[in-house]
């Protein structure tokens, strides 16, 4: 079957700009993470989804991110106000009921903040 | 504060010799523990996982992590690397137990084969 798939692949903006990303988990999977990587660094936990609301959203750094996941499907990140600091690649992952089990991750999408 | 610590930046072998990437964590209570493998352009995937039991865990690939509690270790291991073993290698711990699902990755150690 399909795995976790994210669009766009690639979005470069401007400084000040809104922007949002696609996240489109594995059919059937309840549990959804976004998840922040900068160069040369791990991935950093923004906020999980269990179904369609935010179980925690502890790793969003500043109001200026929120994300939603209206039908318990897919989620959009969305980022306010952007700064050239955003830019990173966002990563999706999606999971059975329950963080014990193993996270499927998309292929990112990498955001470029002018 | 929990945190997860991947000491090598980069790592080289050669084809055929063996591997051992380490991994320390903090954590306050029994972690939960992953490795994942990032190849160029692939996303994350995982090659194994420790939640409890035996604290040797096989893994796919060929790839295996020893869990040491009194050293807050899980370092991955393979006996014979292939060229296609190539790739960033990221541990994780979580769910971090603070009412929340937070996973802390490490920075992750790229692995080089060379011929």
């Known amino acids: 079957g399909a795995g976790v798939s994210q669009t766009p692949s690639n979005k470069v903006t401007e400084k000040g700009k809104y922007v949002e990303l696609r996240c489109d988990p594995i059919?059937?999977?309840?549990?959804l993470y976004w998840y922040r990587q900068s160069l040369g660094q791990g991935p950093e936990f923004l906020i999980y989804?269990?179904?369609?609301?935010?179980?925690?959203d502890s790793g969003l750094p500043n109001d200026r991110f929120f994300a939603v996941r209206p039908e318990g499907s897919v989620s959009t990140l969305k980022i306010q106000r952007t700064e050239r600091g955003d830019s990173a690649v966002y990563l999706c992952?999606?999971?059975?009921?329950?963080?014990?089990?193993?996270?499927?991750f998309g292929p990112g999408t990498r955001l470029t903040v002018l | 504060a929990q945190s997860v610590t991947q000491p090598d930046i980069h790592i080289t072998v050669s084809e055929g010799a063996s591997l051992e990437l380490r991994c320390n964590y903090s954590y306050g209570a029994t972690p939960y523990l992953f490795w994942y493998v990032q190849s160029p352009g692939q996303g994350l995937q995982l090659l194994l996982k420790?939640?409890?039991?035996?604290?040797l865990v096989q893994g796919i690939k060929g790839f295996e992590a020893e869990f040491k509690r009194s050293q807050s270790s899980f370092n991955l291991r393979k006996p014979s690397v292939h060229w296609s073993d190539a790739a960033e290698y990221f541990c994780a711990v979580g769910p971090i137990n603070t009412g929340g699902f937070k996973t802390i990755f490490g920075a992750g150690t790229r692995l080089f084969v060379k011929a």
């Open positions: 989804f269990q179904g369609t609301g935010a179980a925690d």
């Open positions: 420790y939640f409890s039991g035996d604290t």
């Open positions: 059919s059937g999977h309840t549990a």
């Open positions: 992952a999606s999971s059975l009921r329950g963080h014990y089990n193993e996270q499927f």
